[in-house]
C-alpha cells in the first residue's frame, strides 16, 4: 500500500518538476507596421517555441519565415530582403525569472513582473526591459502576455537597409523604422 500511494504522489508532483513548454497554437506574437505615415498593420509570426526550465531560464524562438502580413508578395520580401531568412532564420529572446513567482501562483491568479532579457535579430543583440502577466491557467498551463509593447528600431538590429528596399519594392514615401511587438504566450507542464 505504501508503494502505491508513494506513486501515486510521484505522478502528481512531476508536473511541477518538468519544464514549461509553449503551445504554438495557443499562442500569438503580433508586430506593428506604420507606412506612408498613417496606414498602420497588425502581422504576425505563426511559428514559436519556448521553454521555462526549472531554474526559471526563458527561451524564445521566433521562425521568422512564418512572417504573416496577409499578403504572400509582402510575406515573401520581408523574408528575403528584410529579414534576410536565408541568413538569419530565426529569432530569439532569453532571460530569467524567479520561478518562485510562477510556483506561488494559485489557479486563476495573476501576478505582473517586470523582466530583463535579451533579443537577438539580425546578427545583432540588443538589452530590453519589459513588463509581462503571468496567469495561471491551471495546474499545468499558463498565459505570459506583453503589458506594454516593446518597440523594436530598425537601426538596432541592421534592418534599415531592408526597411528602405521594401519601401523602394513598395513604391511607398515611408515606412516606419520603429516596430511595436505584443505577445500572448500560452506555457504547458
Avoid: C
Wanted: net charge positive; glycine share 4%.
Amino acid at each position: 500500500m505504501r508503494i502505491f500511494t508513494l506513486i501515486i504522489g510521484l505522478l502528481f508532483t512531476l508536473p511541477s518538476l518538468a519544464n514549461w513548454q509553449l503551445v504554438n497554437d495557443k499562442s500569438q506574437f503580433n508586430f506593428v507596421t506604420t507606412k506612408k505615415n498613417s496606414a498602420t498593420e497588425v502581422h504576425q509570426f505563426t511559428q514559436l517555441k519556448g521553454t521555462i526550465s526549472l531554474k526559471g531560464k526563458v527561451n524564445l524562438t521566433i521562425d521568422l519565415s512564418s512572417v504573416e502580413t496577409n499578403i504572400p508578395i509582402r510575406n515573401e520580401r520581408m523574408q528575403k530582403f528584410l529579414f534576410e531568412t536565408n541568413l538569419f532564420p530565426k529569432a530569439s529572446f532569453t532571460t530569467s525569472i524567479d520561478n518562485q513567482v510562477i510556483e506561488k501562483l494559485n489557479v486563476g491568479e495573476v501576478a505582473y513582473i517586470e523582466i530583463t532579457g535579451e533579443i537577438a535579430l539580425h546578427g545583432a543583440k540588443k538589452t530590453v526591459t519589459t513588463q509581462v502577466q503571468i496567469i495561471k491557467l491551471g495546474n499545468n498551463n499558463m498565459m505570459v502576455n506583453s503589458l506594454k509593447p516593446i518597440i523594436i528600431q530598425a537601426n538596432d538590429f541592421n534592418l534599415v537597409a531592408g526597411v528602405e528596399k521594401l519601401k523602394a519594392l513598395a513604391v511607398l514615401p515611408s515606412i516606419s523604422n520603429a516596430v511595436p511587438i505584443s505577445f500572448s504566450l500560452y506555457f504547458t507542464q
